[in-house]
Every structure is written in structure tokens, then in C-alpha cells.
């Protein structure tokens, strides 16, 4: 079962609002990924987890707080995002994350469609 | 800069055609290339991958080709069918360095025509 899960499917929210992605895995991965991806461009890595400690955060603004609560799971909170944050948010998880083996496959969720008002 | 980059952004081939999405990387040091699908409103789903150490590596209906001396990666696809109509992104990534991430190629929009 190479399955990477995420909710809610679509999410519109205004600009004012609080509100949460989830992913969950249950490969026994331990490394946990968030990308963004804008219409008919690739993937754009944002944090990765490993271990459930953040590992890479690439210059993510503030506005986008991720959480590990577990080996399973992994958050993306968002509060008083912009328009320009409207995107596809896709979760992946790869058996490990090592700086000098990377090697590991990544395997993605099917994503949660925001739009941000 | 290091880059993936692909030939061609959109391929359309006819039902039963075999399909070939070729990919290019500038990165000599990468020893790790994955294929990924993409339908639309879904994500990236795994097709194939190949390290640097073999030239060829076949799945169900698809190979993936490495040659290092150009630094080209494609992806054939035997008897192409309607569901295989999606985006196809490749990726590559490299044991070592700093570049601890996937790097993305543009895409290639693949549309099959009954």
C-alpha cells in the first residue's frame, strides 16, 4: 500500500480565517513532506519532516505553520493567507530523508485544492 | 543553474501508439531519476524510477531510458491508452551535497486520441 491520504479535498477560505490541511500515512515513513503547486507548473517544495522534526523549512512565510503530531500524521495550518496562496497542496512521505542518501522514493497524496478569497 | 528540464511541453499520440517523453538534466552528479503522473485535480502518482547505475529499467508497459553521457532521461510508453492522458513530470535528486531535494522538470502534457 503505497497510499498518502489528505483532507478536506477542496478548501475555500477568506483572507481573515484559521484553518487546518491534514495528511496521513501509514507506510511507516518517516519522512513527511508539504509542496505547493500552482496551475500546469511542477511541484514546489515547502517543508520537510523527518523523524517529526522539521527538517527543511524553504523560506515558507510565517503565515503557513506546519505540525507533526505523529509519525503518521502531519498538519499545514494556515492563517491569514493571500489570494496569490490559492494552490494545490500536495503531501508526500518517502521512507527517509537523508541529506546523503536521498534517494527514497516520494509518494504523494492526492492533494487539497485551496482558494483563498 | 542545475535544472530538469523536458524537450517537448505537449505530446498527443494516437490510441495504441507507443509514447516516448524525454527529459533533460544538467546536473551531472544526480544518480536518481523518478517518473511521476499527474491527472488533473490529482496528485503526482509513482510510475517509475532508475539510478545512476543502470542505463534501463522496465515496468508494466513503461520504460525509463538513462543516458548519462547526454544527460537525458525518457520515459516510453507501449500501447498508449486514454487513461494514460496526464501531465508527466520527471525528477532527479543526488546522494550528497546540499541539494538534498527533488528537482521537478516543466512537465509534459501527454493526450491520447481515441
Known amino acids: 500500500d503505497t497510499e498518502v491520504t489528505q483532507t478536506p479535498k477542496h478548501l475555500v477560505m477568506g483572507m481573515t480565517n484559521k484553518k487546518s490541511l491534514k495528511c496521513e500515512q501509514h507506510?511507516?515513513?518517516?519522512?513527511m513532506y508539504w509542496y505547493k503547486q500552482k496551475a500546469k507548473k511542477p511541484p514546489e517544495l515547502m517543508f520537510v519532516y523527518s523523524y517529526e522534526k522539521l527538517s527543511i523549512n524553504e523560506s515558507v512565510p510565517s503565515r503557513f505553520s506546519p505540525e507533526c503530531p505523529n509519525s503518521s500524521l502531519l498538519n499545514l495550518h494556515l492563517h491569514a493567507l493571500q489570494p496569490e496562496d490559492s494552490a494545490l497542496y500536495l503531501c508526500?512521505?518517502?521512507?527517509?530523508?537523508?541529506?546523503?542518501?536521498?534517494?527514497?522514493?516520494?509518494?504523494f497524496g492526492p492533494g487539497t485544492r485551496l482558494t483563498v478569497l | 543553474g542545475e535544472s530538469v528540464g523536458l524537450h517537448l511541453p505537449t505530446l498527443s499520440v494516437q490510441e495504441g501508439d507507443n509514447s516516448i517523453i524525454n527529459c533533460a538534466y544538467s546536473n551531472s552528479a544526480s544518480d536518481y531519476f523518478i517518473w511521476y503522473k499527474q491527472e488533473s485535480g490529482k496528485g503526482p502518482q509513482f510510475i517509475i524510477d532508475?539510478?545512476?547505475?543502470?542505463d534501463k529499467r522496465q515496468g508494466q508497459r513503461v520504460t525509463v531510458l538513462l543516458n548519462k553521457t547526454v544527460k537525458h532521461l525518457s520515459l516510453q510508453i507501449a500501447a498508449t491508452q486514454p487513461g494514460d492522458s496526464a501531465v508527466y513530470f520527471c525528477?532527479?535528486?543526488?546522494?550528497?551535497?546540499?541539494?538534498?531535494?527533488?528537482?521537478f522538470g516543466k512537465g509534459t502534457l501527454l493526450t491520447v486520441n481515441p
Open positions: 525528477a532527479e535528486n543526488h546522494s550528497g551535497g546540499s541539494n538534498y531535494k527533488l528537482t
Open positions: 507506510m511507516g515513513h518517516r519522512a
Open positions: 532508475i539510478r545512476s547505475n543502470m
Open positions: 508526500a512521505s518517502s521512507y527517509s530523508f537523508l541529506r546523503v542518501y536521498s534517494t527514497d522514493t516520494q509518494y
